[in-house]
């Protein structure tokens, strides 16, 4: 696979990123494993942009990595600086399956209560209402209305 091509804005804009990451991949003195390849590619699908640490003092062996890595795994090549490699690859948007039945989740509310002798402060409550319930004006918690019930008559009508 060829890695990905980028301009020098699109370039900068990544190594920008990158600075404050910790390395998340680490080469050791075996050097470029089937191992390494593929918990690289696991970093990249989860992260996008990340640091690999070379624990090499050859700068030609890092280099090389640095090219295998980016044309093995489609990556965009970011930067090389010392024995840190900083490689970018768009991240794959999960499709999320949206549930139409699903109904709404519990919600936390915080009621204050007003004493009735003055000067005293207001007491703060959080109450936790569940989808099918709903928060009276009072401060109590009831259960919602249920719907009502339509017909099969009425349901193959419309």
């Not at 998340?24 to 696991?42: Q, S």
């Not at 024995?83 to 139409?100: C, G, I, Q, S, T």
């Not at 000067?119 to 569940?130: N, S």
Request: no cysteine; hydrophobic share 35%.
């Amino acid at each position: 696979m060829p890695q990905i091509q980028l301009t020098p804005a699109q370039r900068k804009v990544h190594r920008a990123e990158a600075h404050h990451l910790n390395p998340v991949v680490m080469i050791g003195n075996d050097g470029l494993t089937d191992a390494v390849k593929k918990e690289t590619d696991g970093a990249l699908n989860a992260h996008g942009l990340i640091k690999i640490r070379v624990f090499s003092d050859d700068r030609i062996a890092r280099e090389a990595m640095f090219q295998t890595l980016a044309e093995e795994l489609n990556a965009a090549p970011i930067q090389h600086i010392g024995k840190l490699l900083v490689l970018w690859r768009p991240k794959v948007e999960k499709e999320r399956a949206v549930d139409e039945d699903r109904m709404a989740g519990p919600r936390d509310f915080k009621v204050l209560k007003y004493s009735k002798r003055s000067g005293q402060r207001p007491e703060v409550k959080t109450l936790r209402v569940l989808g099918n319930q709903r928060l009276t004006a009072g401060g109590n918690v009831k259960r919602a209305k249920p719907k009502p019930k339509v017909s099969l008559k009425k349901r193959s009508q419309t």
